[in-house]
């Protein structure tokens, strides 16, 4: 039986079907409570798993993670955050790059386990400030976190990780390695941006790395050994799953990442409540408990701490259908992927040039994220607190200042972190109590 545009959701369905479920007409947005008709929103949905893929499955070819296991847990955890949020919030978790940097300086010795700990420390933080944001509201994020320190974290993030896309931080694993593929790699992204519209241009990254295998293997530049991984793994399969040790210094490379995640999801909220013309700020706490639960998750198995992807809000905006419905589709596809060693082994073969020229666009992108949060925000740096605030914290990021305090070690997002907190709201207390009182006008 047809559902006609009026129904009311069933026991079966938690959505109605919007109009004929074929089309949308113009002006018209399929709502987060709605969908199209089951095979339309099945497609719009393996959309939104082409859309996360290129970021999502790069994270743990950088960190060294398990990459199927990385996909499992981000579709599981999209899941989680659609249980949470009662499917108001269309969003999908793909891996975050927030978390790069730390991981990296956490496993430091080649133990994944402090790094999945460090990653479950974020996420529980995370979820906690979700439940403080549902009683207390969130107003206090904006002015704890106001622009010119969210655009400076970002930046510094971005330019943290530079020497990462060169050599992989001393690891031989970026562009260093191998020069002409990352360069291949790089300028086949560029061109797919600009030669391409539509959809497949939101794909460079994700052509750009298959152009650049594609060029390795034809020069000999693969790894015989993963491709021999790649030959013997099995189609059907659990992922390689790891336990989290727990351990100070891990944890406190970390957590500094949840300031991210908030200004991320924060952020994602408003893009999809403004695409939607409704109020979901009464969700927001929602989306942090979600997106800090799912990271939970991810970490106690050895996935990649996640966040709210802006790409699917991308493919929100180009197809104006917010249904919750394909994302349950994308993380049910997301899981299935996950659960196929032989895809897993296949992303391992992903040569380091390819990564390295891939890298060079996604590092540089986060940097200038933060550029684009200062711009679009219209913040002042004619005034001198928010001109050290941002200066300050990017060089400490940039430079990856670190501290050591006996068998703990801060590095540089850790403490340009707190210098851009530190800097702006001390700087910012001192310039009040110095401004003279207006004067009285009876007097």
């Known amino acids: 039986m047809t559902q006609s545009p009026t129904e009311t959701p069933s026991r079966w369905s938690p959505w109605r079907l919007h109009g004929d479920g074929r089309t949308v007409r113009p002006g018209d947005v399929v709502d987060p409570g709605e969908r199209l008709s089951w095979p339309r929103t099945v497609g719009v949905g393996v959309q939104h798993v082409v859309a996360m893929f290129g970021a999502t499955f790069t994270v743990p070819l950088i960190t060294g993670f398990p990459p199927a296991t990385t996909l499992f847990f981000s579709g599981l ?16 978790l793909g891996s975050s790059f927030a978390f790069i940097a730390p991981v990296l300086a956490a ?20 979820a906690l400030v979700g439940l403080v ?20 974290i970002v930046a510094l993030i971005g330019l943290n990780l530079a020497p990462v896309a060169w050599d992989g931080n ?11 593929v990352a360069v291949v790699t790089l300028a086949a992204i560029l061109l797919a941006t600009v030669a391409f519209r539509g959809f497949l241009g939101r794909l460079s990254i994700l052509l750009g790395v298959v152009v650049g295998w594609l060029f390795a293997a034809v020069t000999g530049g693969l790894d015989p050994a993963t491709l021999t991984r790649l030959r013997e793994a099995a189609w059907v399969g659990l992922p390689e799953f790891h336990t989290p040790s727990f351990s100070l210094r891990a944890a406190i490379l970390v957590i500094p990442v949840i300031l991210v995640l908030v200004a991320e999801n924060a ?6 409540a403004a695409m939607t013309g409704r109020n979901l700020d009464r969700s927001l706490g929602r989306a942090f408990l979600g997106d800090g639960l799912a990271t ?34 994308a993380g049910v596809a997301a899981v299935l992927l996950g659960l196929s060693p032989k895809f897993g082994a296949l992303i391992l073969t992903v040569p380091a040039g390819v990564l390295g020229g891939a890298t060079t666009v996604l ?28 200066a300050v914290a990017v060089i ?37 109590l110095r401004t003279p009182p207006p004067p009285d006008p009876s007097r």
């Open 77 to 92: 955890g999209t899941l989680l955050f659609l249980l949470i949020t009662g499917n108001r919030l269309p969003s999908y």
């Open 107 to 126: 496993k430091a010795g080649g133990d994944i386990g402090p790094a999945l700990g460090g990653i479950v420390v974020a996420g529980v933080a995370l």
């Open 133 to 152: 944001v549902q009683v207390a509201g969130a107003r206090w994020i904006d002015a704890l976190m106001p622009p010119v320190v969210t655009g400076a």
């Open 170 to 180: 001393g690891s031989g694993t970026g562009v260093k390695a191998q020069p002409l």
């Open 267 to 272: 952020g994602h909220v408003k893009a999809v």
């Open 296 to 329: 939970v998750l991810a970490g106690s198995g050895g996935g990649s701490g996640t966040t709210t992807y802006a790409e699917n809000i991308g493919v929100m905006a180009a197809t104006r259908v917010y249904s919750t419905a394909a994302y349950w589709v």
């Open 363 to 390: 590092y540089g992108l986060i940097a200038v994220l933060g550029a684009r949060i200062w711009i679009e925000s219209r913040v002042d740096f004619h005034d001198p607190v928010n001109l050290f605030t941002a």
């Open 396 to 432: 400490i990021g940039a430079a990856d200042y670190t501290l050591t305090a006996g068998d703990l070690s801060f590095n540089g997002i850790a403490l340009g972190t707190a210098a851009a907190l530190l800097t702006y709201h001390t700087l910012r207390t001192i310039t009040r």
